[in-house]
C-alpha cells in the first residue's frame, strides 16, 4: 500500500513538473511573439472589473494613451483601487490629527476617496488626448517622409527601416512605433499581422486605412504617392482644424476670466458712488 501511494505521488509529481515545462514554454514563446508583458498582473475580481461599455472605453483610452501592454486594464484597475484606498487613508489620518478621531469627518473621506476614484479615469482621458494630439501634429511630416522616400526609389519595407532607424528626432513618436512594427517583423510576423498592430498600437484616427493602404501597397502593387498625398492633406486639414478650435476655445476662457476678475471691479467703480449717496441719505433721514 505504502509503495502504491509512493509511485502515485511520483507520477504526480512528474505530471506536475511536465506541466510546469509546458507552462514555461508557452510563456517564453509568447514573449517572443510579442503577445505577452513583461509580468504578468494579479487577476481582477470580478466585482471591481470594468466590463461593458466601460471596460472597452478605459481600454481604448488606455491604448491611446500609449499603454500598449494587454494587461493594462487590470493594472489600472488595480492602480486606481490602490489610489483611492491610499487617498481615504490619508483623510483618516488627517481626521485623527487634526479632529481627533478617524471617522469624525466620514463625508470628507468619501468625498476625497471618490474624486481620487474618478479622476484617475479622467487622467487616462488627458494622456490619452496628450498623446493622439502629438500623434496627428506628426502624421503629416511622417507621411511627407514616406512620400520622399517613396518616391526616391525605395521600397516601403526600407521606408519602415530607415525611419526607425534614422529619423527619430524628426518624428519620434511615429519612430518609435515604426520601431515595434520592424521588431514584429524581424520576429517573424506576417506583414498583415504586423500593420494591423501598429495601427492598433497608434490607435487615432486613420491609422487603421493607412495599414489598410500600405497592405494593398504590398500585396496587389497599388500606388501609394496619391494616397499619401491625400493622407497629407486630409491630416494638414485636421491640424488646422484643431489649432482654430484651441484659438476658439481661448477666446471662450478670456471672456470668462473678464467676467471673474474685471466686471466686480467695474461695478464696484460705477456702482459706489450712488451707493454711498444713497446711504448718506438715510443716515441724514434717520437724524
Not at 511627407?144 to 529619423?167: N, P, T, Y
Not at 500593420?195 to 496587389?220: I, K, N, P, T, Y
Amino acid at each position: 500500500m505504502g509503495a502504491l501511494f509512493l509511485l502515485c505521488a511520483a507520477l504526480g509529481a512528474a505530471c506536475a513538473a511536465a506541466g510546469v515545462r509546458m507552462w514555461l514554454a508557452d510563456r517564453r514563446l509568447e514573449a517572443r511573439l510579442g503577445m505577452a508583458g513583461d509580468a504578468p498582473a494579479l487577476r481582477v475580481p470580478g466585482v471591481l472589473a470594468a466590463r461593458g461599455r466601460d471596460g472597452s472605453e478605459i481600454a481604448g483610452k488606455l491604448m491611446l494613451a500609449g499603454f500598449q501592454d494587454r494587461r493594462a486594464a487590470d493594472w489600472f484597475v488595480w492602480a486606481r483601487m490602490g489610489a483611492t484606498g491610499g487617498v481615504a487613508l490619508a483623510a483618516m489620518l488627517v481626521s485623527r490629527v487634526v479632529w481627533g478621531g478617524f471617522f469624525v469627518q466620514p463625508l470628507l473621506i468619501v468625498i476625497v476617496a471618490g474624486l481620487t476614484y474618478v479622476g484617475a479615469k479622467q487622467a487616462i482621458h488627458l494622456l490619452a488626448a496628450r498623446r493622439a494630439r502629438a500623434i496627428m501634429a506628426e502624421f503629416p511630416f511622417l507621411l511627407d517622409l514616406m512620400l520622399m522616400m517613396l518616391e526616391s526609389g525605395v521600397s516601403l519595407d526600407q521606408c519602415f527601416r530607415s525611419i526607425a532607424r534614422d529619423e527619430a528626432i524628426a518624428v519620434p513618436h511615429h519612430a518609435r512605433l515604426i520601431a515595434m512594427l520592424v521588431a514584429d517583423l524581424e520576429r517573424g510576423m506576417r506583414y498583415d499581422l504586423a500593420l494591423d498592430r501598429w495601427a492598433a498600437r497608434v490607435a487615432v484616427s486613420g491609422a487603421r486605412e493607412l495599414a489598410a493602404l500600405f497592405r494593398q501597397a504590398l500585396f496587389q502593387g497599388v500606388e501609394l504617392a496619391p494616397a499619401l498625398r491625400e493622407f497629407v492633406r486630409e491630416f494638414t486639414q485636421r491640424r488646422v482644424m484643431r489649432a482654430r478650435e484651441a484659438m476658439g476655445g481661448i477666446t471662450v476662457r478670456m471672456v470668462v476670466l473678464m467676467i471673474l476678475f474685471f466686471m466686480p471691479a467695474l461695478f464696484v467703480v460705477l456702482g459706489g458712488p450712488p451707493v454711498v449717496a444713497i446711504f448718506d441719505t438715510l443716515r441724514g433721514i434717520s437724524r
